[in-house]
């Protein structure tokens, strides 16, 4: 049975397109747009434009990148109105978060600053995470029935931004030094030891392999992010030695992945 409730999706990429087929599969009627997607879910209406998508929906979810976040959500504001719920999912900096606040603002629609807590492909719909500012508690109350594991801050927009930041900059910087740690032993030939030594700290042989493959497959996405980390710390007059390294180690990374992809 279809519910009433309509959910507006702008950006199919990988995250977005596994949250709408969620939301498809649990009744919701789904309308997103995006200029190129990756996937439309079955069940999901790719809509002719923004706008479209963005008209009578009860919750707009902006999937994009940090980059063009402030852009979608201008594009968005003609078609907003009072009671509607701009949920901003994408890893960007508190910074970019509040000005996407002050955008939606004459809209009268309600902004919720949410972070992703966890990689979406696989999880979907139930990926943990926090939600800031005006629109957060009604984000909660509309989307945890779904499954969703909302975490309410109360806390301004731009807020759940800095938390994840915080929380990146040793989730990223763990996994840089695991890295590291690997490649050093796989030259001295001591590998299964020094996985070994890595778990009694880790204690988890899945995590430390999601640590590797995950930033060689998303390393060019997670520079942003901690890009928007290092702003965090200077704004909150905190030194980033560790996570400017960890920018490198990623930078290598992305390096190393667009040689493979063009055979060099």
């Known amino acids: 049975m279809r519910d009433s409730m309509k959910i507006a999706i702008l950006g199919l990429g990988e ?12 009744g919701l009627t789904v309308e997103a747009w995006d200029p190129n997607p990756k996937l439309v879910p079955p069940g999901v209406t790719l809509s002719a434009n923004d706008q479209a998508a963005v008209n009578s929906a009860d919750i ?12 979608v959500a201008r594009s ?19 910074g970019v978060k509040r000005d996407i606040a002050e955008i939606l603002r004459p809209s009268g629609a309600l902004f919720a600053d949410v972070a992703l807590l966890a990689p979406v492909p696989g999880r979907g719909l139930w990926t943990p995470t926090l939600a800031a500012g005006p629109g957060a508690k009604r984000f909660h109350d509309l989307l945890t029935p779904y499954g969703m594991p909302v975490t309410l801050l109360d806390a301004p927009a731009g807020s759940a931004a800095a938390y994840k930041l915080v929380r990146s900059i ?88 667009k040689s493979i992809e063009e055979g060099q």
């Not at 977005?16 to 087929?21: D, P, T, V, Y």
């Not at 968005?76 to 508190?94: I, K």
């Open 60 to 71: 707009v979810l902006s999937v994009n990148l940090a980059s063009i976040a402030a852009d």
């Open 170 to 257: 040793f989730m990223k910087g763990v996994a840089a030094v695991v890295i590291e740690c690997l490649e050093a032993a796989e030259q001295l030939d001591c590998t299964a030891w020094t996985r070994e030594q890595l778990l009694t700290v880790i204690r988890d042989e899945a995590l430390i392999d999601r640590f590797v493959e995950g930033s060689q497959t998303h390393a060019a996405r997670r520079i942003h992010e901690m890009e928007a980390a290092t702003a965090l710390l200077a704004e909150i007059g905190v030194a980033s030695y560790l996570t400017r390294a960890t920018i490198e180690r990623l930078a290598a990374l992305a390096g190393q992945s």
């Open 15 to 26: 995250a977005g397109s596994a949250i709408a087929a969620d939301l498809a599969v649990a």
């Open 76 to 94: 968005a504001l003609s078609m907003l109105a009072e009671g509607q719920v701009y949920a901003d999912l994408n890893t960007a900096s508190p």
